[in-house]
């Protein structure tokens, strides 16, 4: 009966476990907190820096024409982290590059705290957009627009109703949001608390008038460099970074001091590249701004009317600098669904080959890591999510022009039209009579403090594991999210021969701290895919693809990778391949890995990824059937017991009054005989 009251008390407690699991804590767990998120009106604060950032809704003005005129302005309003400011007082309407979030700065060693503060209520009420519903997606399917080269898959079906939907890979929860700094080699932090080592952890999902402490420790060997923060929530990342939700982090150290104090580089300036996804709007309920963001569909399929690229928040700004003084552009490709060239030409020239006309420049850090010796280029291609920090020169006084240009076609399925070719910006090299700012040596000449040492590159005899990762599409008319956008690996070989859309439960891929693996990335289609991996970098060491590039000339300057680099994003090529090994550092916990394009993302192309051991976890839910089972064979064993404890009692009963009777008689007999 005591195993029998154990083995219930053990359901019971399976049964009213919150959350539904029982877990028990791994050794590699080291934060006791059970969750990050605050009152709002209690501090996080202790960090050596400190910062507060507020999701809100903001009126500021985009310039859409050149520098000085000529050009359209629209008055925006939308999502930011920028401070908040009077939408009602027109002067006090934000200048064009302030919709970013306040840039925050940190050295490493230090410890960075961040307080998110969501006061997003009311914020799809106010600017948009709808929610996606596989209606949506059906009334697309009808009129599929441009013809494209990819194959249709499954006839479309005669009602919304009759689509097969996955739900967790449908975009929404606009005004929902949470951190994620792109390139910092930090804690994991997609899922609450920070570090955790629940695999059954939920995404950080901080509500309107909620707020979430993340506490970071930089490490004291994290290498300086440009690198940013945005949302991260499945689902809702594209639309809120179309709308503007981004900022930019520095890590402070070695570079900023050599380019100024060794080489006399003072002229150093950002260049953030961001591609938004507008509409116009009328008979708003205010007058107040004339452009908001657009519908998901439309933005995913580069359908908005209003779909520039801005560059600091302008259509072609222009930057300043003086003949033989060197300029320093530290560049962030912020764009959410392009990839974007980086090409100089004197002006009137940018319709010439690149290859003929083109001025080159040099590359002295790729994604916050340092090279030794900066890289000559003539030709960059972005991704979003990367980073680049330049270095141009110009001897002769006049107006230069940096372009983007020829990723038609290659992009997406031989589509022409988009990303359209423009000018990003224009230079301005203003005369240098008495050759002021020149640099100490030749460019050529200069050399830096290395992001990563020397010895830490990764050799061939360290990879422990070989694992590979496709990149896929389908185009299932019957099904929404349409396209459907997959990762597919060996890790998931096991439970899903196909490929699977992201299931935030589901583990799908595992690596030791440590440990260095090679994965070599399949790009199954026509199309392009940044794959970006959380909080840990890594080298490339090959890249190729089908295609040709002779009809993609672009295609070349893709391909044109440093093999020692480290990178924490880089492009799949279409139809192509990417090696990459990387060694993985001592945090440990649930992080993802996914396709940069943030729609592809928001619909599926995410995998998850367990670092180190997990914690122990047992779901009874998906044990249902057995736990049943286990508990009809305890009763049914009880009640056996139970029975032959009853008929052994029974027994031994008759045997008392048995051997009572024959003690009596024996006892009246010796009194006879007596």
């Not at 991260?232 to 809120?240: E, F, K, R, T, W």
Request: charged share 20%.
């Amino acid at each position: 009966m005591k195993s029998f009251l154990f083995l219930v008390g053990w359901l019971v407690c399976l049964t009213s476990t919150k959350n539904n699991v029982v877990q028990a804590s791994s050794s590699a767990t080291t934060d006791p907190r059970s969750t990050d998120y605050i009152d709002c009106n209690d501090p996080c604060n202790g960090g050596d820096v400190n910062y507060h950032l507020v999701a809100s809704v903001q009126t500021m003005t985009m310039m859409f024409g050149p520098s000085g005129g000529g050009g359209t302005n629209y008055t925006y309003r939308g999502r930011t982290f920028a401070e908040a400011t009077s939408h009602e007082d027109p002067s006090r309407r934000r200048p064009p590059a302030s919709y970013m979030g306040p840039t925050l700065r940190v050295q490493p060693g230090q410890s960075m705290w961040i307080k998110l503060e969501n006061d997003l209520l009311g914020a799809s009420d106010d600017v948009g957009p709808q929610p996606v519903t596989a209606e949506n997606y059906w009334k697309m399917l009808q009129k599929p627009g441009e013809k494209i080269k990819y194959q249709y898959y499954k006839p479309p079906v005669a009602s919304p109703d009759l689509m097969t939907v996955d739900h967790e890979n449908i975009p929404g929860n606009w005004d929902v949001t949470n951190l994620h700094l792109h390139g910092l080699d930090v804690e994991v932090h997609m899922f609450d608390p920070v570090g955790t080592h629940d695999p059954t952890a939920p995404h950080v999902a901080v509500h309107p008038g909620e707020c979430y402490c993340y506490r970071f420790q930089i490490p004291d060997h994290h290498p300086d460099g440009l690198l940013w923060y945005h949302p991260h929530l499945h689902g809702s990342s594209a639309v809120q970074l179309w709308s503007g939700m981004m900022g930019l982090v520095y890590v402070q150290g070695n570079l900023e001091h050599e380019l100024q104090d060794k080489y006399n580089i003072r002229n150093s300036q950002e260049f953030v590249l961001w591609d938004p996804a507008f509409q116009a709007v009328q008979n708003k309920n205010d007058d107040d701004h004339d452009i908001e963001v657009d519908e998901f569909l439309l933005g995913q399929t580069t359908l908005s009317k209003i779909h520039p690229f801005l560059v600091n928040g302008q259509i072609t700004p222009t930057f300043e600098t003086r003949a033989g003084e060197i300029l320093h552009l530290r560049a962030l490709c912020g764009t959410i669904e392009n990839e974007n060239t980086f090409i100089v030409y004197k002006q009137g020239q940018h319709e010439q080959s690149w290859d003929e006309a083109s001025i080159p420049f040099w590359i002295v850090a790729s994604d916050g890591v340092t090279y030794e010796r900066p890289l000559k280029r003539n030709v960059i291609v972005m991704a979003g999510g990367q980073r680049e920090e330049i270095l141009l020169l110009f001897d002769e006084p006049g107006t230069y022009v940096i372009s983007q240009q020829g990723i038609q076609g290659m992009q997406f399925f031989d589509m022409y039209g988009h990303p359209h070719d423009q000018l990003l910006a224009t230079i301005t090299v203003h005369e240098n009579p008495n050759k002021e700012g020149l640099p100490t040596v030749p460019i050529e000449q200069m050399t830096f403090t290395p992001g990563y040492d020397p010895e830490e590159t990764i050799d061939a005899t360290q990879i422990a594991k070989t694992e590979t990762i496709v990149f896929s599409m389908g185009a299932n008319r019957d099904q929404a999210p349409f396209p459907q956008y997959y990762i597919n690996g060996k890790a998931l070989i096991q439970y899903y021969i196909n490929g699977k859309a992201f299931d935030g439960d589901r583990l799908d891929f595992h690596a030791e701290p440590g440990q260095a693996v090679e994965y070599i990335l399949i790009n199954a289609n026509h199309n392009v895919h940044p794959f970006h991996i959380h909080v840990n970098r890594f080298q490339v060491k090959e890249m190729g693809s089908e295609l040709s590039t002779e009809k993609y000339p672009v295609l070349k300057e893709l391909m044109n990778f440093h093999p020692d680099a480290w990178r924490d994003t880089v492009v799949v090529p279409p139809n192509g391949r990417t090696r990459v090994w990387v060694q993985y550092k001592e945090y440990t916990g649930k992080t993802l890995f996914h396709c940069h394009f943030l729609a592809h993302e928001d619909t599926g192309m995410m995998a998850t990824l367990f670092i180190g051991p997990p914690d122990v976890v047992f779901d009874w839910k998906e044990h249902i059937p057995l736990l049943t089972g286990m508990a009809i064979g305890v009763v049914a064993v009880s009640l056996i017991l139970a029975t032959v404890t009853w008929f052994r009692s029974e027994s031994e009963e008759s045997m008392k009054v048995y051997y009572s009777s024959v003690a009596a008689m024996n006892n009246l007999k010796s009194k006879t005989l007596d």
